[in-house]
């Protein structure tokens, strides 16, 4: 299968700062990636689809100004989350997709004091 | 917009046991995805099942896309298969690149 890679794996921050998350597909080109979160013991839950060279798409109730997502090449997406709370805590994984099937960074867990 | 429902949401297992996940939506579907969240959050994918019947060694599965559902089959059950299994749809009518929608999980424990 495709493998996606996403950096940090783990970031701790004070509250009011900035944290930037990279997600790459390393063995194919992905036209569209996907940011998820995830509080624990309950399911993803989609945040925005990012699309190469375009504005990205956010699901009702996603702050857009808050977690900008920029996709700039093929194979690089990256979150930032921005003046960050301790409510933003939590585990952010993202995904790419091959046409088909979608597969999964192994995500980054978020901790804002 | 769609909703999946996955059954049970818990499973305790011996190991060496067999067991049935289910995965209920109610729409038409393109795409059906399961997955193995492992303990350290990373999602594997185990099948892309829109329709049909696929096998993976001790896993297989079925979507009967007319019907709306699909099973996740484990057989002789290991220690190593404990976490959580999440079912992932989208929706007909969407781009190639549509978002899925996840199930809530089944939570699988199986004892040594």
């Known amino acids: 299968g495709a493998v996606v890679s996403q950096h940090p794996s783990r970031v701790i921050c004070k509250s009011g700062t900035s944290v930037k998350i990279e997600c790459r597909s390393l063995?194919?080109?992905?036209?569209?990636m996907f940011w998820y979160r995830q509080f624990p013991k309950q399911s993803l839950m989609l945040m925005a689809t990012?699309?190469?060279?375009?504005?990205?798409?956010?699901e009702q109730g996603v702050e857009k100004d808050k977690f900008l997502i920029n996709h700039a090449s093929l194979t690089l997406s990256t979150l930032t989350v921005t003046s960050a709370h301790p409510e933003d805590s939590s585990f952010y994984i993202c995904?790419?997709?091959?046409?088909?099937?979608?597969?999964f960074g192994p995500g980054t867990r978020l901790t804002v004091l | 917009g769609i909703q999946v429902e996955q059954s049970p949401p818990d499973l305790i297992l011996q190991e060496g046991a067999n067991s049935t996940l289910r995965c209920n939506f109610s729409?038409?579907?393109?795409?059906l995805q399961w997955f193995h969240q492992n303990p350290w959050g990373q999602l594997i994918n185990l099948f892309y099942i829109p329709s049909g019947t696929k096998q993976n060694g001790r896993l297989s599965a079925t979507t009967v896309a007319t019907e709306r559902y699909s099973l996740l089959y484990i057989s002789s059950s290991q220690t190593t298969d404990s976490g959580v299994y999440f079912c992932a749809v989208r929706q007909t009518g969407g781009t190639s690149y549509g978002k899925l929608t996840f199930g809530q999980g089944t939570i699988l424990t199986v004892h040594p």
């Open positions: 729409d038409s579907v393109n795409n």
């Open positions: 995904s790419a997709s091959n046409y088909n099937e979608q597969f």
């Open positions: 063995d194919f080109q992905a036209t569209t």
């Open positions: 990012s699309n190469e060279g375009s504005k990205a798409t956010y």
